[in-house]
């Protein structure tokens, strides 16, 4: 005998969170909110200027050009965004401190930070040093890759044909 099991209007509302364990501590990652994805992306731009890896934007068209984001993750265009780490640790650039300790930090968290006057910057940079003192490269790494689908990549690059033409950048509208 089968059951036919059927989903309610709040399944979608539970979030998928992932758990990850730097040194012995526990940070809960939760979907992005849309601010925290805007702070997200801002901050890749200034690691890979911070890196001397100008050319990221270059890799997204190209990756795009290629057809690689038409599927559910890019991992070309993921380990090319994530080849620029090395550099980056060896140079210990603030901004991937920021990078580590803002996925780290809860929407809620975010959220009453820019409601309240608070530092955002300096909270995800000191939380982001902990975490670099804590853990080791592999768990930067492993970090970044572990919110990659909280990011809401997905949706971002689904679409990016059309957002790219709506602006005038290329790409197609359906």
Avoid: W
Avoid at 61 to 81: H, N
Avoid at 82 to 107: D, M, W
Avoid at 110 to 131: A, P, S, T, Y
Avoid at 135 to 157: C, F, K, R, Y
């Amino acid at each position: 005998m089968s059951e036919n099991v059927q989903g309610t209007a709040t399944d979608t509302l539970v979030p998928r969170v992932v758990t990850v364990t730097v040194g012995e501590d526990s940070y809960r990652i939760a979907p992005f909110c849309l601010a925290k994805t805007m702070i997200f992306f801002r901050l890749l731009t200034e690691l890979a200027e911070a890196a001397g890896v100008q050319q990221a934007a270059g890799e997204l068209s190209q990756a795009a050009t290629e057809g690689e984001l038409e599927g559910i993750v890019a991992p070309g265009f993921i380990a090319r965004i994530l080849g620029i780490l090395p550099r980056a640790l060896r140079e210990g650039t603030p901004a991937l401190y920021k990078v580590l300790g803002l996925i780290v930090t809860s929407n809620a968290t975010l959220r009453e930070l820019e409601e309240n006057d608070g530092d955002i910057e300096g909270h995800i940079l000191k939380l982001g040093r902990k975490l670099a003192y804590e853990g080791d490269a592999n768990t930067a790494v492993q970090l970044i890759v572990s919110a990659i689908p909280q990011i809401g990549i997905e949706t971002i690059m689904g679409n990016l044909p059309t957002l790219m033409a709506l602006l005038g950048l290329g790409g197609k509208t359906k």
